[in-house]
């Protein structure tokens, strides 16, 4: 089943709004790119690598350094602590990051933690809608209507979004919104 079949089509109305509302609240239009670092600092987030964790477990933080099996975290809810995966490319870096403010934006708890990582846990469900809200916060529907309008290919709109061209792909199979320049 994907993941548009495990959504049901108002959560998923509701991350576009999410998604606009969030880039209004920054006096941006819905088809100009949203930085994940602009959202980190109106979210009041601070962005960590785990080296740069404060007081942290110096062998998880190696444990963190040396995996590329995890994206991003929050790691403490107040104040709003995210750390990344540095191995990550850039696109990647915002991907992971928009994921982690989907959280915090839907209000998500944290089911558990892994022992060896320290990382917290969630559950399946709230890791969906995370993946759908994240994509939306990167490109929202209107936005990849604009660049499509605009004539805009593949490449050119990841660019323009700061996105991956997979995470491109991801949300004109999820929307229905069809690149028609290759
Ligand atoms: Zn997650």
């Known amino acids: 089943m994907s993941i548009t079949q495990r959504l049901s089509s108002a959560f998923m109305r509701k991350c576009e709004g999410i998604a606009t509302e969030r ?3 920054l006096g941006l239009q819905a088809f100009e790119s949203l930085p994940a670092d602009v959202l ?3 979210l009041r987030a601070t962005v960590f690598t785990p080296e740069k964790i404060p007081k942290a477990d110096q062998e998880q933080v190696a444990v963190l350094l040396d995996s590329d099996a995890w994206s991003a975290a929050v790691i403490c809810q107040d104040p709003l602590w995210i750390i990344h995966n540095p191995r990550h490319a850039l696109t990647r870096r915002e991907s ?7 959280h915090v934006l839907l ?53 323009h979004f700061g996105a991956s061209t997979d995470m491109v792909r991801f949300r004109s199979n999820v929307t229905g919104v069809e690149i028609t320049k290759q």
Not at 134 to 156: K, S
Request: hydrophobic share 40%; charged share 25%.
């Open 40 to 42: 980190a600092k109106e």
């Open 96 to 102: 992971n990051l928009m994921h982690e403010f989907a």
């Open 23 to 25: 880039r209004s609240l």
């Open 107 to 159: 209000k998500h708890q944290i089911v558990r933690f892994d022992l060896k990582t320290g990382l917290p846990q969630r559950r399946q469900s709230d890791e969906d809608e995370a993946t759908y809200l994240g994509g939306c916060l990167q490109i929202p529907r209107r936005g990849l209507l604009w660049a499509v309008q605009r004539q805009m290919t593949l490449a050119e709109i990841a660019v």
